[in-house]
C-alpha cells in the first residue's frame, strides 16, 4: 500500500542553524500539506501546496518557513533560523483526490532545537 | 475565529461498552469535517470526510455523523485495538484545516 514517507525522523538541532525537512508523497497525488504538532497540543495547519505554488499558509508559516517540490517526488519545508519554539513534530501529508478530501498523513519528523 | 472542540477529553470503556466520541464546530461555511485517528508518537490515520449535515459513513465498528454544529464518532462493540485518540478537524472557506484536542479512547480487555 503506497503511503507517505519523512526523513529524517528525528532531527536535533542548534537554535538560529536552519533545517531542511523532507516528504516524500504518494505517487501521483496533487495537493501537499505541511503540519505541525507540539508535545502534548493540537495539529495545526502550516501550509498547503498545489501546482508548485502555495495554496493557503496559516499564521505560523511566516518569512522563517519556505516549502519547496524540486523534483516529481520530494516535497520539503525548510526552517531557515530554527527557534526554541520551533520544536516539535512536523508531518506531512497528501491528498489525490482533492484539496479537502483523504488526506494521507507520514509518519512524522520530531525536530528538536537547543 | 473558527473553533473546533471535543469531548470528552478522554474516555475508557470495556471491550465491547459502545460509545460516542463528539466533535463540535463553529465555522463560516464548510467546507469538509474530517475524523482522523492518531497512535502515540505516529501521524494521523485518516477515517472519514463529511461534507454536508444529515450524511453518515461508516467503517467497521465506526460511524460518523454530521448536524450542522457538531459531529458523533460512534463505536460499536470496540476492541483494545480501537484504543488511540480520535481527532476531528474542520476546513471552511478561508480557514484551513483547524484540529480539535482530541479524545483519547482506552478501550480495556
Known amino acids: 500500500e503506497p503511503e507517505v514517507t519523512q526523513t529524517p525522523s528525528h532531527q536535533v538541532t542548534q537554535m538560529g542553524q536552519e533545517v531542511i525537512l523532507r516528504c516524500v508523497p504518494i505517487?501521483?497525488?496533487?495537493?501537499f500539506y505541511w503540519y505541525r504538532q507540539i508535545l502534548g497540543q493540537k495539529v495545526e495547519f502550516l501550509v498547503s501546496?498545489?501546482?508548485?505554488?502555495?495554496?493557503?499558509k496559516s499564521e505560523i508559516f511566516d518569512d522563517q518557513f519556505s516549502v519547496e517540490r524540486p523534483d516529481g517526488s520530494n516535497f520539503t519545508l525548510k526552517i531557515r533560523s530554527t527557534k526554541l519554539e520551533d520544536s516539535a513534530m512536523y508531518f506531512c501529508?497528501?491528498?489525490?483526490?482533492?484539496?479537502?478530501?483523504?488526506?494521507?498523513f507520514g509518519p512524522g519528523t520530531r525536530l528538536t532545537v537547543l | 475565529e473558527d473553533q473546533v472542540t471535543q469531548s470528552p477529553e478522554a474516555l475508557r470503556l470495556q471491550e465491547g461498552e459502545s460509545s460516542s466520541l463528539n466533535c463540535s464546530y463553529t465555522v463560516s461555511g464548510l467546507r469538509g469535517l474530517f475524523w482522523y485517528r492518531q497512535d502515540p508518537g505516529k501521524g494521523p490515520e485518516f477515517l472519514f470526510t463529511?461534507?454536508?449535515a444529515g450524511e453518515e459513513k461508516e467503517k467497521e465498528r465506526l460511524k460518523a455523523t454530521l448536524t450542522k454544529k457538531e459531529s458523533f464518532l460512534h463505536i460499536t462493540a470496540p476492541k483494545p485495538e480501537d484504543s488511540a485518540t480520535y481527532l476531528c478537524a474542520v476546513a471552511s472557506y478561508g480557514q484551513n484545516f483547524v484540529f480539535g484536542p482530541g479524545t483519547r479512547l482506552s478501550v480495556l480487555p
Open positions: 505517487s501521483n497525488h496533487l495537493y
Open positions: 463529511l461534507y454536508s
Open positions: 501529508a497528501s491528498s489525490g483526490t482533492g484539496y479537502y478530501n483523504e488526506q494521507f
Open positions: 501546496f498545489y501546482n508548485n505554488e502555495i495554496s493557503e
